[in-house]
């Protein structure tokens, strides 16, 4: 079931449209990839989603219902603009963030003390922000912006700014989540920092979507039947041993061992490559070259005839 | 609890908190109550320094200037000009007072000294030389017309005439006022709020540019409507602004009770300056006494209940009115830039009209009637000010009540256009904004 629902968006601002009828619609319990490069629209879908701006037309349903006012409090959104008050105590701030999401002081002083006993910061609790380094910064950000238990979640260019250990920290704890039942959309430009946490993906470019499917679908219908085989022996041997409809894309060696990326044609599986190759060298490793979502979106764009520059 | 409470409420408390505002709340009347202390101080205090002067009496006055309190005067007989400027050095004289022959024609005579002399020391010798003159004169007069009380006749001449302003009341009553009173009230009051709306519609502005460079705003406004976020700060900043202004009505008014018990027991403003005045002018001592008796009472007069309520309504609207009308804007302003730098070019056509207001008071205090101060009290962007000039002086209650009912209107529109510029601005980064910019967003849409 749909948990959230954007039917036929469309944003104009002056001289320029930045949603031209974009629908997306986010089951329960999923993580929604909303991709695009930069100026695509993404933020400004996201802004919608966020009741920062209205649509010119189309609908948005929030759990079944038309969005509204209140449901501010049930979702969580971490803006790609983010920082906090520096000169205000990071406890105080916090508690303040939570009290316009609707939570009543208490509650949001008992959770905010879970939290940071959990990512073990309590001591930084009277301190002003600006005394904090960056990433402490992000840390309490993060748990701002999911104190109130929102159902659903909304990060823009997630991982944009945060350090390698902070940036998995937040993976664990958006999987985490996500397990519990909440619902998160992640927009980025950076395509390949979330794919492999997206159950579903939708491309955005030019104001318009492209593609919506789900991971393992768009992974599929993308499959383009390379692989990548490392080896220890002689390249001739392969050559003169495969089928010819299989073909040698490209070669690399090094003082181990040698690598071809090969693509194969319908008639052959990689079963019958694999026997192919067996008797005449000794295979190092063997896999599927999955397309990223970089190279899917060039491709769809080229498919479909669109042109690639950015604004 | 509602969230512009939950706003102004941070808004409100940040700034009460910070080390500025306790400084400038407690340090600003004890500020002040010292300036008047040390003015009143140093009226009351008499010059003790000793000073001798050397005279030169070329005339055939005989002794015109004496010896008094802490100057002294010697005659130098038989002393050349040339010599007598050496005694300036060796017997350290003060000045050197040279009397002309002709001082009965010229009606002048000259002091020299190596430093400027004091006021005091020049208006003593003027004054002594004067009285000596005059009596001489009046004494030959008195004898050529042969009328010995003449001097008593001619002093029970003297009338000092004191006006006292009546105004008519609406119900017919007649009260005393006092004229000075209307303008020394109405002159500061619409100075206070001139500085108010400055001081805390940049505290707006500021606010609004700090949310944005922290980039903290979207964090926000995806809790609370930017609308709330405005008014909340704006409101917020209001009672900051309160706080601070009652703070040093009270902290004033207890420096003043406090210091006047401790250094001038059994005396109060009122008698100081009674005292102050007279001793100025020590001559018409007397006359003036009655004079001052009447304007205290004039001040009585004017300060009945209904007055002072008046003006205070007056106040407290124009007060909170004008500042809403202008934080708006100033908020509009912090809006549309990325910092304070960048704030020049749209903080002209809001400081403008600012300073045009206490210019026009200025003028309307003078002729409160005019046109200048009919139209000045209108306009909703003077009218905080400018009114405030004129109510002490009592404006017809349909001017009061178009100017009121124009500035609640044109702050519901400013605040409104405000919140337009406001909303897009916010989320506005990295760019150099425009008027023609600013027009645009005007006509988004939400």
Known sequence: MAFFEAKNIVKQYAGHTALKGVSISVSEGSIFGLLGPNGAGKTTLIRIINQITGPDSGEVFFNGEPLKPEHVH????????????????????????????????????????????????????????????????????????????????????????????????????????????????????????????????????????????????????????????????????????????????????NKEFESLKLKLNNETGANELLSQLLPHVKIVSFNEIIPSMNDIFIRVVNEKNLSLDFE | ????????????????????????TFLTPILIAGIYAFMIWMMMKDDTEKRTIGVINESELVSPVESKDFTTFEYLENTSFEEAKKMLDTKGYYALLKIPKDILESQSTELFSFKQVTIEVKSEVGSQIRNHIETIKRSKIIAE????????????????????????????????????????????????IYMFIFMYGVQVMRGVIEEKSNRIIEVIISSVKPFQLMMGKIVGVAMVGLTQFLMW????????????????????????????????????????????????????????????????GGFIFFFLAGYLLYSALFAAVGSAVDNETETQQFMLPISLPLVLALYIGMAVAKNPEGSLAFWGSIIPLTSPIVMLVRIPFGVPL?????????????????TWVAAKIYRTGILMYGKKVSYKEIWKWLRYHR
């Open chain 1, 74 to 253: 049930h979702i969580g959104y971490l803006p790609e603009e983010r920082g906090l008050y520096k000169k205000m105590k990071v406890g105080e701030q916090s508690i303040y963030l939570a009290q316009l999401k609707g939570m009543s002081k208490q509650d949001a002083t008992t959770k905010l003390q879970a939290w940071f006993k959990k990512f073990d910061i309590l001591e930084w609790w009277d301190k002003k922000v600006e005394e904090l380094s960056k990433g402490m910064a992000q840390k309490i950000q993060f748990i701002t912006t999911i104190l109130h238990e929102p159902k659903l979640l909304i990060f823009d260019e997630p991982f944009s700014g945060f350090d390698p250990i902070n940036a998995n920290l937040l993976k664990k704890e958006i999987l985490e989540l996500r397990n519990r039942g909440c619902t998160i959309i992640f927009s980025t430009h950076n395509m390949g920092s979330v794919e492999e946490l997206c159950d579903h993906i939708a491309l955005i470019h030019k104001s318009e979507k492209i593609l919506d499917g789900s991971f393992e679908d768009i992974k599929k219908e993308y499959r383009t039947n390379t692989y990548n085989i490392s080896f220890i022996g002689e390249l001739e041997k392969i050559k003169a041993n495969i089928s010819h409809d299989i073909e040698i894309l490209e070669h690399k060696s």
């Open chain 2, 1 to 24: 609890m509602n969230k512009i409470l939950i706003i102004i409420q941070r808004e409100y408390l940040s700034r009460v908190k910070k080390k500025s505002f306790l400084l400038l």
């Open chain 2, 145 to 192: 017309a042969n009328m010995p009380d003449l001097e008593q006749k001619l002093a029970a001449t003297k009338t000092p005439i004191s006006v006292k302003t009546i105004k008519f009341g609406d119900d017919g009553e007649i009260k005393q006022s006092s004229t000075e009173i209307a303008m020394g009230l109405g002159f500061a009051m619409s100075f206070i």
């Open chain 2, 249 to 312: 009505v009270i902290l004033s008014g207890a420096i003043i009770l406090i210091g006047s018990a401790i250094f001038m027991p059994g005396l109060d403003a009122a008698s100081i300056q009674q005292a102050s005045s007279i001793s100025q002018l020590p001559s018409t001592g007397q006359a003036m006494n009655q004079a001052q008796l009447n304007m205290m009472q004039d001040v009585l007069g004017t300060f009945d209940m209904s007055y002072i309520m008046s003006i205070l």
């Open chain 2, 398 to 414: 349909w001017e009061l009540l178009l100017s009121m009912g124009l500035l609640v209107a044109s702050f519901i529109f400013v």
